[in-house]
Nanobody
Framework: QLQLVESGGGLVQPGGSLRLSCAYS????????IGWFRQAPGKEREGVSS????????NYALAVKGRFTISRDNAKNTVYLQMNSLKPDDTAVYYC???????????????????????WGQGTQVTVSS
C-alpha cells in the first residue's frame, strides 16, 4: 500500500528557510512522480513542484521558481522541498502527493496538475510570519 508522510513544517520569519520531507513507500509502479502541493485558507489547492522517477526531471510553479528546490534521495525513499526566501504568501498546508503508472513515462517534466496525483499525505503546516 502506497504511503506518503510529510514532515518539516513550522513557523518561520519572512526571508527564512524550511525544508520539507516526504517519506514514501509501497509504490506499485517504478514509473511515478512525486509532487508538492499547497492549500492556503480560502484558496484552492495548487501545485508547487514535482519530480519524476523516470529521469529526475523537475517542474516548478512560477510563484516559487528560483526560491524552492525539489530533490530526492532514492536510498531513503524521500523527496525534499527546500524553501528559501519565504514570503507570507507561502503560508499554507503543504501536501506531498504521488502519481504513478505508464503515463509517467512520457510526462516529463512531471505535471503540477492535481488531477494526475491520486495518493496524498496528511499535510504539514508552513507559516511565514514575523
Amino acid at each position: 500500500q502506497l504511503q506518503l508522510v510529510e514532515s518539516g513544517g513550522g513557523l518561520v520569519q519572512p526571508g527564512g528557510s524550511l525544508r520539507l520531507s516526504c517519506a514514501y513507500s509501497g509504490f506499485p509502479s517504478e514509473n511515478y512522480a512525486i509532487g508538492w502541493f499547497r492549500q492556503a485558507p480560502g484558496k484552492e489547492r495548487e501545485g508547487v513542484s514535482s519530480i519524476s522517477s523516470v529521469d529526475g526531471s523537475t517542474n516548478y510553479a512560477l510563484a516559487v521558481k528560483g526560491r524552492f528546490t525539489i530533490s530526492r534521495d532514492n536510498a531513503k525513499n524521500t523527496v525534499y522541498l527546500q524553501m528559501n526566501s519565504l514570503k507570507p504568501d507561502d503560508t499554507a498546508v503543504y501536501y506531498c502527493a504521488a502519481g504513478y503508472g505508464s503515463l509517467f513515462l512520457i510526462l516529463t517534466p512531471p505535471p503540477l496538475d492535481i488531477r494526475r496525483f491520486g495518493s496524498w499525505g496528511q499535510g504539514t503546516q508552513v507559516t511565514v510570519s514575523s
